[in-house]
């Protein structure tokens, strides 16, 4: 896929999973990284580079049990599997550091949403400590995250508790054209969303 094409791929996917989230009514409000003023909450520094990174997406949700919750997502509007085993392995790294580092209140869940899904056959395995294990000691992320160049030294400097934290936060979400349209329309989720906003009113 040819750069400019894959970017617009890419803003196309990140503004339809926002949209299919916000009208899913259970976010009470989300930003991109594209957004001027709260874009720079999706960012954060390798802890062993000179770079940063970023999400794509993140908010809150709304509504028992994640009532107040924040997400942070990575969004690939990919037609099959292509390269999104190294994107989610980094995907991974980048939990990693973010739910380790200096904001964990913006960690409470990790979305990863994809319009194909990859390495079906060891699908229940992708969100699991192992993965997290795995991903965090690859070479391509063990010199930015731990500092270290050798795996023995990488995990000698895994944080367990972390990694498992990493994992039960991790959401797999695979859209498809047709499910995106099996949400509110917008006239009823305007209606749903004041009915919402009127019950928090009250409840204040």
């Not at 037609?79 to 739910?99: Q, W």
């Not at 944080?159 to 349209?181: F, H, N, P």
Request: glycine share 6%; proline share 2%.
């Amino acid at each position: 896929m040819a750069g400019e094409e894959a970017q617009d791929t890419g803003r196309e996917g990140l503004q339809r999973a926002k949209q299919w989230l916000e009208l899913s009514t259970r976010v009470r409000y989300s930003w991109s990284h594209e957004d001027r003023v709260l874009g720079d909450l999706l960012h954060f520094r390798w802890p062993h580079g000179t770079t940063r990174f970023s999400f794509d997406l993140g908010g809150k949700f709304q509504g028992a049990p994640l009532d107040d919750q924040s997400f942070l997502a990575e969004v690939k509007k990919y037609r099959n599997e292509s390269d999104l085993p190294i994107h989610f392995r980094d995907f991974l790294a980048k939990c990693y550091v973010a739910l380790g580092g200096t904001h964990p209140e913006r960690c409470d869940n990790f979305l990863w949403i994809s319009w194909s899904p990859f390495q079906a056959r060891s699908w229940d395995q992708h969100a699991t400590t192992d993965s997290v294990r795995k991903a965090v000691i690859h070479e391509a992320n063990r010199q930015r995250v731990l500092g270290v160049d050798s795996e023995s030294d990488a995990l000698a400097k895994l944080d367990a508790e972390l990694m498992s934290r990493v994992a039960r936060q991790i959401w797999l979400i695979t859209l498809c054209d047709q499910q995106e349209q099996l949400v509110l329309s917008e006239s009823h989720y305007h209606e749903v969303a004041t009915m919402i906003a009127k019950e928090r009113g009250f409840r204040s």
